[in-house]
């Protein structure tokens, strides 16, 4: 009998990351990474209003690309027997489509205007929209922004739309609906994009649109005509169900077969947001939180139905039933800034080299790798040094993108590596400010697994996580956490496994390191802690 091979497919912010992993053991048989041309050149964004667009074409040439990498890796053997596919992206990131379901990129009239791409889910531009949804929810019959924390986000689907709606008159004509780019990749391979037919992710629907079965679906359509006459109709032309990531969208279309050299008519499987995926391939379990570490932090965490009852959590990003995986509750919280901030204090640091010096990039580079090894020999607080992680806004708790950070403490002794500890820390204590409000709200938290670049790559960073919220930290072995969850996924959709557990139990890499919590620094962290959270108040009243 021949081997059975399963493909995960991460989109992430700069890239798409692929595998090949045998769905008999988890062994991976290749990986690949391909960079966006568009989005690596710098176009369609500009930072200095929070504006961070994607062109579907990145995401149509990077999957081909990426694909052809790690079959080429494989083999045709390998090829000839893969038996599915599934795939994992970033979220909340949306896009106007036409009535075919056609992205309104990928029209000729619209081939370079930004507002017809997808909304990458960090772009900020949307307050406003998000602001006045809010403020709607709260005089509604229904509060439609219950199971998202109470606080709809201008990062999420409907703020997005309706900001591009309105910025950009021009797509109102063709502007038939909208996708996420979870729910557009496997319907664009199984070659069914219509609106009204695309099968649609609970994961995204729940978390980022609003969507709960108690209220029939998304939002009514007199909540979003009310909101903005620019919304009216597009209820009727979306979606009522959806369906959780392990299940079989269809199979892959002639055309697509061809094109990415696979068999014809393997499964695709529903898409689902990278977290929440990743969450399933670092093999997460009933009440064990899972922080995806990157440029921002995700926390995602499942429990039963009967433990959470009817409660609804304050402040996060929003509870779904079948969110992570079939049978549970879905919780989703995060910080829409943790690498970013030491990317940014690298940048300050290095803009002498780079602006003066004209030294090598290399030397930049090195920065980090100097601050990390002299921070670490600091005693925690630094003298009375203390951040705010705010520098990207804050997502949970209790979702304001206007909030900033800061930095208190400053003496003419300060060192650069005294604020780069500081650093480290306040994003250490926006973590356990997310546990704490998990906690307060009933939601218990046995244990906690990290995966990501940074879980993987710094120690020091992990060590202090680990000291500020009190306790142990599993890292994930494989490097590809999110694309190995997406495989998992397709290797349920495919019928190779009767349930995400099985696919886990067979396909699980395991652990590869475990950080326990030094005591008596915990015991300083604790008081450190308060300092943060007063600065956090003062922040919010600045």
């Known amino acids: 009998m021949n081997s059975q091979y399963v493909i995960g497919l991460d989109y992430g912010s700069d890239s798409v990351r692929c595998v090949v992993v045998d769905a ?58 893969v038996c599915g596919m599934s795939f994992d992206t970033t979220c909340s990131t949306p896009v106007l489509t036409d009535r075919e379901g056609t992205p309104l990129a990928l029209l000729p009239a619209y081939a370079e205007n930004p507002n017809a791409m997808f909304v990458l889910w960090k772009d900020h531009t949307a307050i406003a929209e998000s602001d006045e949804i809010n403020d709607l929810a709260r005089k509604w019959e229904i509060d439609y922004t219950k199971y998202s924390g ?103 279309s002639a055309g697509w077969a061809e094109r990415l050299g696979l068999p014809e008519g393997i499964a695709v499987g529903v898409g689902a947001i990278d977290c929440h995926v990743g969450a399933v391939g670092a093999e997460i379990t009933p009440n064990v939180l899972v922080k995806a570490m990157g440029t921002s932090t995700c ?52 803009w002498p080299l780079r602006n003066i010096a004209h030294a090598d990039p290399d030397l930049e580079d090195r920065i980090l790798n100097v601050l990390t090894e002299q921070a670490e020999q600091l005693e925690p607080g630094c003298g009375g040094l203390v951040a705010c992680d705010w520098f990207n806004g804050r997502r949970t708790p209790d979702a ?83 694309a190995a969850g997406a495989a998992m996924f397709a290797a349920v959709a495919a019928g190779i496994y009767p349930s995400l557990e099985m696919a886990q139990q067979a396909m699980g890499a395991g652990f590869d390191m475990e950080y326990m919590p030094d005591p008596d620094r915990h015991a300083v962290y604790n008081r450190i802690y308060e300092s943060y959270r007063k600065l956090g108040t003062s922040v919010e009243d600045f």
């Not at 003419?412 to 926006?430: D, H, M, N, Y």
């Not at 546990?435 to 879980?455: H, Q, S, T, Y």
């Not at 790559?457 to 590809?480: E, H, N």
């Open 24 to 81: 008999k053991n988890g062994e991976e048989k290749g990986s690949a990474v391909c960079y966006y041309p568009r989005w690596k050149a710098g176009k369609y964004c500009d930072p200095t209003c929070n504006q961070y667009r994607q062109h579907p074409l990145d995401y149509i040439e990077s999957l081909e690309q990426v694909v052809k990498d790690v079959l080429a890796q494989c083999g045709k053997e390998v090829a000839d027997n």
């Open 150 to 252: 109470g606080i709809y986000s201008c990062e999420w689907v409907w703020s997005k739309m309706l900001h591009c709606l309105r910025e950009d008159p021009s797509l109102r004509k063709d502007a038939w609906a909208w996708i996420e780019h979870c729910d557009w990749m496997p319907a664009l391979l199984t070659g069914n994009t219509l609106p009204e037919k695309v099968v649609r992710s609970r994961c995204a629907a729940g978390h980022k649109a609003m969507w709960h079965a108690s209220w029939g679906g998304l939002p009514s359509e007199e909540f979003l005509a009310t909101l903005d006459p620019l919304l009216s109709g597009f209820r009727a032309r979306l979606y009522t169900h959806t369906y959780t990531g392990d299940t079989r969208v269809g199979g892959l």
């Open 299 to 350: 926390d995602i965490l499942m429990t039963s139905p009967e433990k959470i009852g009817e409660r609804v959590i304050r402040g996060i990003c929003g509870q779904v039933d079948g969110s992570v995986m079939p049978g549970y509750v879905g919780l989703e919280a995060g910080q829409s800034a943790f690498g970013d901030i030491y990317a940014w204090f690298r940048k300050v640091m290095s």
């Open 400 to 482: 304001d993108p206007r909030m900033k950070g800061a930095l208190m403490g400053l003496t003419l002794s300060t060192s650069a590596p005294a604020i780069f500890r500081a650093l480290v820390e306040a994003t250490a204590f926006g973590s356990r400010a997310i546990n704490e409000r998990m906690i307060e709200e009933g939601v218990e938290i046995e244990g906690i697994i990290a995966l990501g670049g940074i879980a993987r790559k710094s120690p020091f960073v992990m060590q202090v996580m680990a000291d500020v919220i009190g306790l142990p930290i599993r890292v994930a072995r494989t490097s590809q956490t999110c």
